[in-house]
């Protein structure tokens, strides 16, 4: 210690004098890796090589069963058009795709409300021995089989959904999709988007809110007990604290739920009972496009050639799927960022 000036003071060391040990000096890090930190980042690269090899070879097969096909066929063909005959060896998916887009976005309009709805009340309003039960329920039924869906909708879901089309198409024909086509006789509304949509928004209601859910419980209850306390209701904490805070989360959830509605296979085809290949926006309608379906209902007695047809329908589906993903990729970061 040394006294300058009236102030009592440090003594600042001199450039040749050392530091002690004992001196509140922060401790800088090793600059060198050790062992165990290249071990763990091997690992770690490990893993990621072995997710990038598997969607690489998974590309690389498809493209080269489905390589016959679209010899045949021409690549614009395949992917523009809307045709399956094996007897012509002629094969288009573009109305299957298509078809595979209107059932997931039906299954949105349906899920996605429903699944908010429940993850908020099993975070915010529901006593929390009725959460953890929900929160078991809801778990329970992410985890069901489709072929359990896929019957429960044939035999029991849709009946009722039959006279809500026929309500449809009498009362809201002003809307393009709710309209039937003028080559209709007496409609059939069985085996439609509609009632497969409904299904498969159903199906994937527990996978949203599960993750919703979480995102949800990750929010800091100081910002939702001072949004509170500031005289707020909890309808406005809800929409003003939590929903902001959890939308990139929600997102993605929406997203994840549309990529399994996207690749629903066993569920839709028992409740379509076949696939139409044209392309077919009246909703309402028996005849709807599944490139899921399709491959699973034609893939056990199919030619070579539509064989290689079904792989590359598979290829189309799973570019789709990544489409998709990138989509989720780029709106999960804009929701973040602001």
């Known amino acids: 210690m040394s006294f300058v000036g009236g102030v009592t003071g440090s003594v600042a ?7 002690a ?3 509140d ?4 890090p090793a600059d060198h890796p050790t ?3 290249r071990v763990f980042r091997l690992a770690c690269v490990a893993a990621a090589s072995v997710a990038l090899l598997i969607i690489a070879s998974t590309v690389i ?3 080269n069963k489905s390589r016959p096909a679209l010899a045949k066929t021409g690549i614009w063909h395949f992917f523009t058009g809307s045709v399956w005959n094996k007897a012509g060896n002629d094969f288009a998916v573009f109305g299957l795709l298509l078809g595979t887009l209107i059932i997931g976005l039906i299954a949105l309009v349906v899920a996605v409300p429903f699944a908010v709805g429940m993850a908020l009340f099993v975070n915010e309003y529901a006593p929390p021995r009725v959460g953890r039960a929900l929160t078991g329920v809801i778990d329970l039924l992410a985890a069901v089989p489709s072929l359990l869906f896929g019957m429960w909708g044939f035999f029991a879901f849709k009946a009722h959904v039959l006279p809500v089309s026929r309500w449809l198409s009498d009362h809201l ?3 393009p999709f709710f309209r039937l086509s003028k080559t209709v006789g007496s409609p059939n509304f069985t085996g439609s988007s509609l009632i497969a949509g409904l299904l498969v928004g159903v199906m994937i209601i527990p996978i949203i809110t599960s993750v919703s859910r979480d995102v949800m419980a990750r929010v800091p209850r100081e910002q939702c007990e001072g949004a509170l306390a500031l005289g707020g209701s909890r309808w406005a ?3 003003d604290v939590i929903l902001p805070y959890g939308k990139s989360g929600i997102v993605g959830a929406t997203m994840l739920g549309f990529g399994r509605a996207l690749g629903e296979t066993v569920a839709v085809a028992i409740v379509l009972q076949g696939v139409r290949f044209q392309v077919n926006t009246h909703i309402l309608e028996q005849g709807a496009g ?3 379906a399709n491959i699973f209902t034609k893939f056990g007695e199919a030619s070579p050639i539509e064989l290689s047809a079904l792989v590359a329908s598979g290829l189309a589906l799973m570019f789709l799927t990544f489409a998709v993903g990138l989509a989720a990729r780029r709106v999960v970061a804009r929701t973040t960022r602001f």
């Not at 000096?25 to 800088?28: A, F, H, L, S, Y």
């Open 173 to 175: 024909v002003a809307l």
């Open 25 to 28: 000096v922060p401790i800088r």
């Open 13 to 19: 060391p001199s450039p040749g004098i050392g530091i």
């Open 237 to 239: 904490m809800i929409r």
């Open 21 to 23: 040990p004992h001196d």
């Open 61 to 63: 097969f498809l493209v």
């Open 35 to 37: 062992f165990g930190d």
């Open 290 to 292: 599944s490139i899921a």
